[in-house]
């Protein structure tokens, strides 16, 4: 049953991102960030934990989880050292992604050339 | 009114998209990015017995490095091209972004090229992820304390 919730979860997602392409001038990197601030939006009222329990995996994949996981963590340390705390934790649990994308493309800019 | 005509000629020759087509496309696509990191979330809890928590880290570091593999042998942009919001907006776009700008300004040089543009285009996510989770933080702190 997770698995049709996160096919749902995601595919509305990207079926917004789609229209809001189609329809506006906007680029991709405007929809992305948009996205992004949608997402901690979200979780600065813990809506968006409610769509990770309901859709799992499926709520993790969009971008939008990239902002969820940077409130979330800044929350967690703001909670033990107050308003301090969203500057010590922001990067607490995307660090992962980011750090994946600066290593990987880094090593792998050495390996291929740009293809036209 | 020579712009006004050139404005209409623009608009006829505009190559119309076709929205439900491409929907439809993101909506198939997208929802299968979302059953894979289900999936990759399960099979490392079960073969690796750790907490669905630091399994679903795994998923989206398996996930950046698929984009960042298929951008650079070269076939990730026809997919992006294909299925555009499908795959731009799960994390595989972040991948897809950061990617093409370290392999476009790789032969400007190490630093003047690689380390400066890496996060040309993927940049606006952090940097606007980061103001907004800050603003909407310290929202949080004044109306319900933390």
Known sequence: MIYLNSILFCGIICVIGQIILDNT????????????????????FNIYDKF???????????????????????????????????????????????????????????IFKPQD | MEKKKYQSMVEKHTPKENTLFNCLISFFIGGFMGFLGQLLVDLYSYYLNIPTKEAS????????????????LGFFDKWVNFAKCG????????????????????????????????FKLAGSVIIFGVVSAYVFGLLRILIIGG
């Open chain 1, 25 to 44: 001038k906007l680029t991709p990197g405007h929809i992305t960030t948009i996205f992004v601030v949608l997402g901690a939006f979200l979780d600065s």
């Open chain 1, 52 to 110: 990770v329990l309901w859709a799992g995996g499926g709520a993790l994949v969009p971008i939008t989880s990239f902002g969820h996981l940077l409130i979330h963590g800044a929350m967690d340390t703001v909670n033990n050292f107050g308003v301090m705390g969203l500057f010590m934790g922001m990067f607490d649990l995307t660090s992962s992604g980011i750090v994946a994308a600066i290593i990987f493309s880094f090593i792998l800019s050495f």
């Open chain 2, 57 to 72: 880290t795994f998923m989206i570091i398996t996930l950046v490095f698929i984009g960042c593999l298929f951008t650079a």
């Open chain 2, 87 to 118: 795959l731009i907006i799960p994390i595989t776009g972040f991948a897809h972004a950061m990617m093409s700008a370290a392999l476009e300004y790789r032969k400007e040089g190490l630093v003047t090229g690689l380390g400066a543009n890496m």
